[in-house]
């Protein structure tokens, strides 16, 4: 039979009391073994004089909301004093920030045209072969990617390029040059993404970008 995975462990350290909350699980379930433990199983805590607590939620990012449900719940016990709610700073700084716009940009870049953009760019229509898409930040075309497409202009190797249709003439990211699209074995050409792992180009399926990159505003497509 599987162990049960505890969503909060309770540990006691010289300062008072530490409540780890995990940070794979939905918060609303991390809250309820939390209610559960303080009015069950670890009810002998809450017996005596004032104990500090300190929350860590590891790489889990926590609205302000969500950080006053959690002093609300403790805060119920008498005795518990939540001194810190705090998440994995390097884990924080590792993590890419979540693009803040997004510019939508509609139309056909016909052979022979170029156009560059400063940041991430939604396209809407096609890019033809000797089209040229340029972008700083992340690219994604709704439509035929037929032409060439450079994302991390500038060299921002965590950029990404995906396309509806994804045959395109060339694509770049910072400085890395993709192999051409009969090598990348993938018989369809159906919504598929291109990003840079362990300096070289790969592609994959557009459904994997959560997987990738889970902080990004399109990883649920």
């Not at 889990?60 to 001194?83: F, H, P, Y």
Request: hydrophobic share 40%; with cysteine; glycine share 10%.
């Amino acid at each position: 039979m599987a162990e049960t995975k505890h969503l909060v462990t309770i540990k006691g350290v010289k300062e008072g009391l530490v409540f780890v909350i995990d940070d794979s699980c939905p918060f609303a379930e991390a809250l309820q073994e939390l209610e559960h433990k303080l009015d069950n199983t670890h009810r002998n805590i809450l017996a005596g004089p004032v104990v500090h607590v300190q929350i860590k939620l590891g790489k889990r990012t926590s609205s302000d909301e969500e950080k006053e449900a959690i002093k609300e719940l403790i805060g119920k016990s008498g005795n518990l004093l939540v001194q810190s709610i705090e998440s994995d700073e390097s884990a924080q700084e590792a993590r890419a920030p979540v693009p803040e716009r997004v510019t939508v940009y509609k139309g056909i870049i016909r052979s022979g045209q170029t156009v560059k953009h400063e940041g991430h760019l939604l396209f809407l229509g096609d890019v033809n072969p000797g089209g040229t898409l340029l972008c700083t930040g992340d690219i994604f075309v709704l439509g035929a990617l037929r032409g060439m497409a450079h994302a991390g202009l500038g060299g921002n190797e965590r950029a990404l390029i995906a396309a509806s249709y994804m045959r395109p003439t060339q694509l770049r990211i910072a400085d890395v040059i993709s192999r051409p699209p009969d090598e990348w074995g993938i018989e369809d050409a159906s919504m598929e993404f291109a990003y840079i792992r362990e300096g070289s180009m790969e592609i994959d399926k557009i459904n994997q970008l959560h997987r990738l990159r889970p902080d990004h505003p399109f990883g649920g497509m």
